[in-house]
Nanobody
Framework: QEQSAESGGRLVQAGGSLRLSCVPP????????VGWFRQGPGKEREFVAG????????YIGDSVKGRFTVSRDNDKNLVYLQMNNLKPEDTALYYC?????????????WGQGTQVTVSS
């Protein structure tokens, strides 16, 4: 598939946890790095976290460091974003994409995303 497929988003109270799942797009092999991004209402797209698809080396964005982790299941071809201690400012549409590790920008197309809404 050329587009990613994300799931797991829903309404959650502040302080709660969610785990998002992503099937990476088929062209991920071009970068070997899968990133999670989010875009909140009225905000620019933000790189959240990502990992090297082969080696598992993870990178967590400063705004979520200590609360979010990223992992993968190669057998299932899934990438996860575990989000703990959620805050209202984490409300956003989350999606995954093949990513340029140096610039932390998406490469190619991505999917519909999954909506996370955190209530205060």
């Amino acid at each position: 598939q050329e587009q990613s497929a994300e799931s797991g988003g829903r309404l959650v109270q502040a302080g709660g946890s969610l785990r998002l799942s992503c099937v990476p797009p088929g062209h991920t092999f071009r970068t070997n790095f899968v990133g999670w991004f989010r875009q909140g209402p009225g905000k620019e797209r933000e790189f959240v976290a990502g990992l090297n698809w082969r080696g598992g080396l993870a990178y967590i964005g400063d705004s979520v460091k200590g609360r979010f982790t990223v992992s993968r299941d190669n057998d299932k071809n899934l990438v996860y974003l575990q989000m703990n201690n959620l805050k209202p400012e984490d409300t956003a549409l989350y999606y995954c994409a093949a990513t340029d590790f140096r610039t932390k920008t998406p490469v190619g197309s991505w999917g519909q995303g999954t909506q996370v809404t955190v209530s205060s």
